[in-house]
Every structure is written in C-alpha cells, then in structure tokens.
C-alpha cells in the first residue's frame, strides 16, 4: 500500500507545474469545415498547440481526411456531376470521389498527402486519428512527412488492431519507436498496458490511473468554459476541444 501512495505521490508531483496542449479538434471549424485544409491552416493561423484530424481508405488505398464512412455530411456533388455521398468511403476510388465530389463550402477534400506536406514544417503536435487500419502507402506517407519532428506526432484511434500494424513496427523501426500511440477510448479505460489514453472529457475523473503507470494522457472533446477549467486543474497533457483559442486563453490563466 505504501508502494502504491508513493506511486500516486509521484505521478501528481511529475505534472505540477506542467500546462496542457490545446488540440483543435477536427482542425479549427468556425468558419471552414472540419477535416479541410481550411480547417487545418486556420489552427496554424490561431496558434493552437495541435491539430487533429481523421482518415479513411479508399478503396484504391488511398487516405482522405475524413470522419464518418460516408460523405454525406460534408460533401457534395460539384456542378455538372453526382457524387455518390451515402457510398462507404471504402467501396469508392480516390478519383471517382475527386472527379464528383467536393465539400460543401466547395473545397476540395484533402488527402493525407496535402495534410502531411502542409504540416511538414510546422512546430506543433500533430493527432491523426486512424478510423480503419493504415495501409503501407499511409505508413510511408505518415513516416516521410514526419521524419523530422517524431516526437510531435500522436497517432491514436479506438481501434487496437489498426494501432497493433504501427506498434509491430517499433521492432524494426527508429522512427517509430520515437512515435506515440494512443488509444482513443469513450469510456473507462479497462486496459492501457500498450498504449497512450485519450478519452472522453466525462471519463475524466479516471485519469490519475493511466498517468499511474506512466502513460500519456488526453481528453476529448472539452468545450465548455467548465470543463475545460476542471480538465487543466487535473494537468493531463493534451486537451482535443473545438474551442482551442479559449482552452489557451485559460490554460494561460
């Protein structure tokens, strides 16, 4: 029992006097879409710690910033043309989706590719969320484009087996030995022994465990003046939210 207080002693006082990284969720949304390149050059522009953004397969393999598996809330079709908006992600080639469809603002939809050139050169964290396994086209691109910067890139998802691929390559890999991952979780984190945590704001009250044995440690998505003052009292590392200027107002506070 003393072992485990001391524990727990420890774990608190490591944090202290460390401040959270705003993360703008989805990139920054208030006057662009999410998961564009707007979105993504308008958290630069606000000075966010972070961005995070999310990706599907195609079925040709290749990866486009995108939530949900369909398009239907975000796209639609360009003049002239009929983009398949309720087709799963995975059932559509990359040209067929580039030909017909564009987002609704009438952006074009950005590739992995165009996001991770873009965040080449830039110093912040940068959250990729996996919502299906990655592909080696992805691995590659995900390693060229973040060569430099590792230890700035989170890659995290609720699925284990699509964090499992990238894990494996920590055998062989320097790179991504230097990469962490977390696994995205909406309720009680059960099991954590391989991963980083990022979890729902309303599990926060959880987090001391995790952080107990030295993982890294996120909450997603917090908005509410409320709760992001409670979430940076409890000093865990990262905090996603779609209010990134205000979570770095009052972290600064």
């Known amino acids: 029992m003393k072992i485990f207080l001391l524990l727990i002693l ?5 944090t202290l006097n460390a401040k959270p990284y705003c993360i703008s969720h989805r990139g920054v949304t208030e006057n662009s879409i999410e998961n564009s390149m707007s979105s993504i050059q308008n958290a630069i522009n606000v000075g966010s710690d972070g961005v995070e953004f999310d990706i599907h397969h195609t079925k040709d393999g290749h990866a486009i910033l995108m939530h949900d598996e369909d398009l239907v809330r975000v796209a639609k079709s360009r003049d002239g043309r009929k983009c398949p908006v309720t087709s799963l992600v995975k059932d559509l080639r990359l040209r067929e989706i580039q030909n017909n469809c564009v987002l609704k603002n009438g952006e074009e939809i950005a590739t992995l590719e165009e996001a991770l050139q873009y965040l080449e050169t830039r110093d912040l964290y940068t959250f990729l969320e996996l919502k299906d ?3 080696t086209r992805s691995i590659q691109l995900i390693e060229e484009y973040n060569r430099q910067k590792p230890e700035l890139l989170r890659v995290i998802s609720f699925e284990s087996k699509a964090l499992r ?3 494996k390559l920590r055998q062989i890999s320097d790179f991504w030995r230097d990469v962490e991952l977390m696994r995205v979780y ?3 984190p059960f099991s954590f022994s391989d991963y980083g945590v990022d979890i729902y704001y309303k599990t926060r009250f959880m ?4 952080r ?3 993982k890294e440690l996120g909450v997603w998505t917090v ?7 409670r979430v940076i009292k409890r000093k865990i590392k990262f905090i996603t939210t779609n209010r990134v200027e205000r979570c770095m107002e009052l972290k600064e506070n």
């Open 207 to 210: 987090a001391w465990l995790p």
């Open 186 to 188: 909406k309720f009680l």
């Open 10 to 14: 420890a774990s608190i006082s490591s």
């Open 223 to 229: 908005d509410e003046d409320k709760d992001l003052r």
């Open 212 to 214: 107990l044995f030295g």
């Open 165 to 167: 691929v990238l894990k």
């Open 133 to 135: 396994s990655p592909n």
